[in-house]
Nanobody
Framework: QVQLVESGGGLAQAGGSLRLSCAAS????????MGWFRQAPGKEREFVAA????????KYADSVKGRFTISRDNARNTVYLQMNSLKPEDTADYYC?????????????????WGQGTQVTVSS
């Protein structure tokens, strides 16, 4: 079983940057594809980005493409989400998740393990 703990959330101004981290323990992190999702109040959880176990493949939601970058350090059992050019509509709770499924799934049901989330607020 993989335990995931997010950090790095907080308050940012529009146009600013934040870097989220997700530390993994247990299980086989280095063989897990990883994803970031977000959920705004009153909305469903939505896909943000995903990265393959090797780091060689990534996938992004259209809404964050060109602004966010997902990466991972398997030696540190950590996955990152660098968020630049933040917008007020990026305000949400951000969750990292792990999956053994291939093809970098974009739906929450295809992820097996979840962190507790970290809050991101972007002011205009």
């Amino acid at each position: 079983q993989v335990q995931l703990v997010e950090s790095g959330g907080g308050l940012a101004q529009a146009g600013g940057s934040l870097r989220l981290s997700c530390a993994a323990s247990g299980g086989t992190f280095s063989r897990s594809n990883m994803g970031w999702f977000r959920q705004a109040p009153g909305k469903e959880r939505e896909f943000v980005a995903a990265i393959s176990w090797s780091g060689s493949n990534t996938k992004y939601a259209d809404s964050v493409k060109g602004r966010f970058t997902i990466s991972r350090d398997n030696a540190r059992n950590t996955v990152y989400l660098q968020m630049n050019s933040l917008k007020p509509e990026d305000t949400a709770d951000y969750y990292c998740a792990a999956t053994t499924k291939a093809l970098l799934p974009t739906t929450p049901v295809n992820y097996d393990y979840w962190g507790q989330g970290t809050q991101v607020t972007v002011s205009s």
